[in-house]
Each structure stands twice: as structure tokens, then as C-alpha cells.
């Protein structure tokens, strides 16, 4: 499967995003030319960024908090399904 290519209308960067995670993989700003502005526009852009940074971590911790829990969910009921089933364990060694 590709990943989705995409251009933001509103400020033509290029973003690049997972087609079944849906998280965003690559963001390329188009590129300017000329000066690079005033230093307090240069210093907003780096607090939008630094916001839009702290915003991604915390999505993704979260994301591997709920990850944990899932993943010990899954386990409890493959224990269970393993107690209650009736099936005699075969080591595959053993089938030769």
C-alpha cells in the first residue's frame, strides 16, 4: 500500500500521512525565497512548532497507554481460551 500524498491548500506544504494509521509521516513546508522574515515572525513560527511537537508526543503516549492495555486484554483471553480448551498441546518437534 502507498502512502497518501497530500498539498495543504492553505499553506501549499507537502504532507505525507500513513494510509492505515492515518499519522502524519512527512510535513515539508514549501519552500520560500527572499528573506527569511522578521525575527518575531521566525520566533512565533518556532513556538507554533514547538506546541505542534509537544501535541504529537502527547498523542502518541497515549496512544501506547491504550496500546498496553489492549495488548494485556488480548492476553488474558488467549489465557483463558488456553485453560478452558480441551486440545492436548502437540510440539511440532514431535510430528516428524
Given amino acids: 500500500m502507498k ?5 495543504c491548500p492553505c499553506c501549499e ?6 494510509r492505515v494509521s492515518g499519522e502524519v ?4 513546508a514549501k519552500e520560500t525565497r527572499g528573506p527569511g ?3 518575531e515572525s521566525m520566533v512565533a513560527g ?15 503516549l497515549e496512544s501506547q497507554k ?12 488467549a489465557l483463558q481460551r488456553a485453560e478452558k480448551s480441551d486440545e492436548k498441546f ?3 518437534m514431535d510430528l516428524d
Avoid at 3 to 7: A, L, R, S
Avoid at 25 to 28: I, N, P, T, W
Wanted: proline residues 2%; charged residues 40%; neutral net charge.
Fill in 3 to 7: 502512502n497518501f500524498e497530500i498539498t
Fill in 13 to 18: 506544504a507537502t504532507l505525507v500521512i500513513d
Fill in 25 to 28: 509521516l512527512l510535513h515539508k
Fill in 37 to 39: 522574515g522578521s525575527l
Fill in 46 to 60: 518556532l513556538e507554533t512548532q514547538k506546541t505542534e511537537a509537544a501535541k504529537r508526543f502527547d498523542r502518541q
Fill in 66 to 77: 491504550d496500546r498496553a492495555r489492549i495488548l494485556e486484554e488480548k492476553f488474558r483471553e
Fill in 90 to 92: 502437540v510440539n511440532p
